[in-house]
């Protein structure tokens, strides 16, 4: 059994439902499979030479070690997949930077997130950014009321 190297990391690695079933699901038929393959051999085997028992554990425990690893690299995934939307959701109410489709390098202040099975998605006034095309954020200057109240030496405050 050959595995692509790259299979924990998908294209869709921000879909959060249904990736995990998937793999589940694969790892089942691929274990199946195995015992099934395992059990032909040995109902097949040369009884005057049997194959040896502890052969049979050593793939039996690396097809284990490869489960755990996919589990592993799914975990990872999914944490990804948060990790991401977390930081699209801090990123509304921030000015942010990015480069468009024409090469021109634009600006604007997050208005909202869309989570989207290729990943976040911001909304900048009323444009759709994706936030691997985000390349500067910045917290805006205050533009509100200014305070009044000054402290002098003394430690009191004076209107």
């Not at 996919?70 to 942010?96: C, H, P, R, Y």
């Not at 489709?101 to 989207?116: E, H, I, K, Q, Y």
């Not at 998605?121 to 917290?139: F, H, K, M």
């Amino acid at each position: 059994m050959s595995v692509n190297a790259t299979e924990g990391v998908s294209p869709g690695i921000f879909a959060m439902a249904g990736s995990s079933t998937d793999a589940t699901r694969q790892a089942g038929d691929d274990q199946q499979m195995f015992l099934e393959l395992m059990v032909a051999q040995l109902r097949y085997q040369d009884p005057l030479n049997p194959t040896d028992s502890g052969e049979f554990l050593a793939q039996n425990a690396q097809f284990t070690a490869l489960e755990k690893m996919q589990e592993v690299a799914d975990a990872t995934n999914a944490l990804l997949s948060v990790q991401m939307a977390f930081g699209a959701s801090g990123m509304i109410g921030k000015t942010v930077t990015w480069t468009d489709a024409d090469g021109d390098t634009r600006s604007g202040t997050v208005s909202g997130a869309t989570f989207l099975a290729t990943g976040p998605v911001l909304d900048v006034a009323g444009e759709q950014i994706p936030l691997g095309a985000v390349t500067s954020v910045a917290t805006p200057a205050n533009t509100g009321a200014t305070d009044t109240t000054s402290e002098d030496p003394t430690g009191s405050t004076a209107s």
